[in-house]
């Protein structure tokens, strides 16, 4: 059964209105299509001929029949209707529930707007993830609490630090739940990138854990997956205290294969601790 929303934005009758408004939005002779027309823009046949799918299945997306469509025949209406990456991103949002896979190879190359951002932080560690949990960012409060630094490719992924790196699991009060965390999370975002350009780094990223660490090895036999999202985490320091933060994952926008990952002090002593951290980071190693 076809599901219907009314206008909430979501569901059958929101494709339908998207797509029917920017086809009626088109201009026919742009593309090729010649005569007089009742109505504007191009008609469904011919976007359909576009899209190189049927005229039925294209009439019946509009229509809000047919159930879901699949990722590859919105990809060729979204071709098909001229859509730039925003407009094909909210069209993959209403028709699936998510956004595209990201498409070809994606660069490592973090915004200059993103990077400007994280250096605005500067008593909030944070710091810049792709889907293979590679560390393409980071200001000097994330270097501080973390010990970040430009560092071989291999000390600045995330996995490969939590796994394979004792002074990182010595800082974990409760490794074997953090452990398991981060493998649900991790799969969330493998399952994003499989299928693209990234999706063989993933894979090996995987096989190399897999073998060098028994304990991933397992988790990631389990099939766990959990969200990202937000928390709360907390380092053991030299000399026996602790640092409790809470944590916020964003997307980048026009980016899905980034995260933005923020760290807030929980509290007034936190945020005193984290102070005297980053100073002491900045008197050790000046920017």
């Known amino acids: 059964m076809t599901t219907r929303m009314g206008r909430s934005g979501t569901g059958a009758s929101a ?12 201009r026919p002779e742009a593309f090729g299509f010649a005569g007089r027309r009742r109505t504007p823009g ?24 047919g159930g879901a469509p699949s990722p590859t025949v919105l990809d ?9 990456e925003h407009a094909r991103t909210h069209l993959f949002q209403i028709g699936l529930g998510h956004p595209p896979a990201p498409k070809g190879e994606p660069s490592d190359e973090v915004p200059a707007s993103i990077a400007r951002l994280l250096a605005a932080f500067d008593a909030i560690p944070a710091y810049v993830k792709n889907l293979r949990w ?26 490969r630090r939590i796994f394979l790196s004792e002074p990182v699991r010595a ?39 897999c073998t060098a660490s028994p304990a991933f090895a397992t988790l990631w036999q389990s099939q766990e997956v959990v969200p990202f999202g937000q928390g709360d ?3 053991l320091l030299p000399g026996g205290r602790a640092l409790r933060l809470e944590y916020s994952a964003l997307i980048v926008d026009g980016r899905p294969d ?25 008197a050790t190693h000046p920017p």
């Open 15 to 26: 494709l339908g209105e998207f797509l029917r408004m920017r086809r009626q939005a088109m």
């Open 42 to 65: 191009l008609r469904r046949e011919e976007v359909a001929q576009r899209a190189n799918i049927s005229v039925t299945w294209y009439t019946w997306l509009e229509q809000g029949r």
């Open 76 to 84: 060729r209406v979204a071709r098909a209707l001229d859509l730039d």
């Open 134 to 159: 590679d560390l393409l960012a980071w200001n000097s409060a994330a270097a501080a609490v973390f010990a970040y630094h430009s560092g071989p490719a291999f000390e600045r992924n995330l996995l």
């Open 171 to 209: 800082a974990q009060p409760d490794w074997p739940a953090v452990a398991r965390f981060v493998v649900g999370a991790f799969r969330a975002d493998a399952a994003r990138a499989a299928g693209t350009a990234m999706g063989e780094g993933v894979d090996a990223l995987v096989d190399e854990l």
């Open 233 to 235: 985490k907390t380092l």
């Open 258 to 282: 980034l995260s933005l990952v923020l760290y807030n002090p929980a509290t007034a002593a936190d945020t005193a601790l984290l102070r005297e951290m980053i100073a002491a980071q900045a």
